[in-house]
């Protein structure tokens, strides 16, 4: 059952998702060869609980960070550690918030110092198809035309989409109902309303979609040991156009 959320919701879906995006871009400027997963951790989980909110993944299913880091061919879920960020990895942030009963989730995958072109292709792609799947999340769209939509731009530019994790709807609980794969069939799915909130996150691995979990029980990894990156907003349908609530300056 999706569930639509009235405008009190909405606000406060806000604070949280403000949270997310203030978090995230802080975090950017630490993001530089030398420091560790584990420091960017400990500046994150201090932020958002100065917001006065809390860290949403903490504890999550036993997930032992606030943040996931995931490295190179780290795909999501990647735990923070004294692993040394090195001049062209790429790191993938993602972070949820919770706050006044609400989630917000967002995910930025960064370069560390100068990648190399084909990497720097394969975050402009990822980001780039997040914002296409976002443009198709309109009244009267279904939750597949937002999938069709990015697996053909990944795709038409020689790369994959991972199949084994989804985006999701997220309001009083970080995972609701749809789910939002980032492949499938145009016209599929339920049909989009005013007040869904979604949280849409394009994996874009550069060699094959496969993947599998480490002995740690979290991080995912390409199979191939190929590069992927991740982008993830929470975004409002409306009447009007898709609203980004992990943004800043909400007006897109
Ligand atoms: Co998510």
Redesign the pocket.
Known sequence: MIILKSPEEIEKMEQACRIVAMTLNALKGMVRPGITTEEIEKVADASIRSNNAIPAFKGYRGYPASICTSVNDEVIHGIPSKRVLRDGDILSI?L?VYKDGFYG???VTFPVGKIDSDVERLLRVTEESLYIGIDRARVGNRVSDISYSIQRHVESNGFSVVRVFV??G?GRD??EDPQIPNFGLQGRGPRLREGMTL?I?PMVNAGGYEVTILNDGWTAVTVDGKPSAHF?H?ILVTQDRPVILTKIDQKN
Do not use: K, P, R
């Open positions: 993602d949820g989730d967002g995910a985006g999701h997220i970080l995972h949280a996150e993830e929470t």
